[in-house]
C-alpha cells in the first residue's frame, strides 16, 4: 500500500513514516501542502493522511481540489482541532476519518486498516484467489489451505495492485508508477511477477501478451 503523509511538524513526520514503512507500507511524505497535492496528480496513492493547517495549501483545501477533479482516494485528517465545527468541515471535504493529535500509532494503523477496508474491499479484508490461495490485505499475508506462504515486498505490491484492479489488465506502465514509482525494465518487472506466480498456481496471474497481467475472478 502506497501511502501520502502531508505533515509539517518534522518529529511527528518522521515518526509517522518510519512506523508505517516498518508495517511495510509505502510512504512518501510532505511537510508542503501544494507539494502533497501536486504528487498525487503524478503518482498514484493508496491512502492520504492529511494534516490541515500546512504551509502553501491546507489539507482541506487539498481535499477539496482533488474531490473536484474526481479523486476519491481515502484520506484521514491528522488535526489538533477539537471544535466540531471543524469535524464538520473535514467530513464535508470528502475525509472518511480523522484522527486528533496526540494520539498512538497503534490507533493510527488502526485507523489506516479500517478506511483500506471501507473503501477497497466492502468490510472484507480477506480475498479470496482460487485452488485455496487467500490474501489478507490488511496484514499483507498470503496462505494456502490455511498456511502461510511468505512473500517479499515487492512480491506484495505486485500482488496488491493486481488485486485491485482485479478483471482488468495492469499494464508495465502501471506497474512502473504505482510500484516502483519510476522506470524499471519491463524485463525486470516480468522477473518478479514470475517470482510470484510460482508461489501461485499458475492459473492464477495470467499474462495478456503486449498489454500486461491480469487477475481474473
Known amino acids: 500500500m502506497r501511502v501520502l503523509l502531508l505533515e509539517d511538524e518534522f ?5 509517522i513514516k518510519e512506523f508505517l514503512e516498518d508495517i511495510d507500507y509505502s510512504v512518501d511524505d510532505f511537510a508542503d501542502g501544494l507539494e ?18 500546512v504551509p502553501s495549501m491546507s489539507g482541506f483545501e487539498l481535499l477539496q481540489s482533488i474531490r473536484k477533479d474526481g479523486i476519491k482516494i481515502p484520506a484521514i485528517f491528522l488535526t489538533s482541532m477539537t471544535e466540531l465545527q471543524g469535524l464538520k468541515e473535514g467530513y464535508r471535504k470528502g475525509c472518511c476519518d480523522y484522527i486528533r493529535k496526540p494520539f498512538d500509532l497503534l490507533e493510527l494503523e488502526l485507523r489506516i486498516k479500517q478506511a483500506i477496508r471501507s473503501y477497497y474491499l466492502d468490510n472484507s479484508d480477506m480475498v479470496e484467489l482460487g485452488e485455496g490461495f487467500v490474501y489478507d490485505m490488511l496484514k499483507g499475508k498470503l496462505t494456502k489451505d490455511d498456511k502461510e506462504i511468505v512473500l517479499r515486498k515487492i512480491e506484495k505490491d505486485l500482488l496488491e495492485m493486481l488485486i485491485k484492479n482485479k478483471n482488468s489488465v495492469v499494464s508495465m506502465q502501471m506497474f512502473q508508477d504505482e510500484v516502483w514509482g519510476d522506470y524499471v525494465e519491463p524485463s525486470a518487472i516480468r522477473v518478479q511477477i514470475n517470482n510470484l506466480k510460482q508461489k501461485l498456481s499458475e492459473t492464477i496471474i495470467h499474462n495478456r501478451r503486449g498489454l500486461g497481467y491480469i487477475i481474473e475472478r
Not at 503518482?43 to 492520504?48: E, I, P, Q, R, T
Open 36 to 53: 502533497a497535492h501536486d504528487a498525487i496528480y503524478a503518482k498514484s496513492y493508496d491512502l492520504l493522511l492529511l494534516d490541515i493547517n
Open 11 to 15: 518529529s511527528l513526520r518522521i515518526s
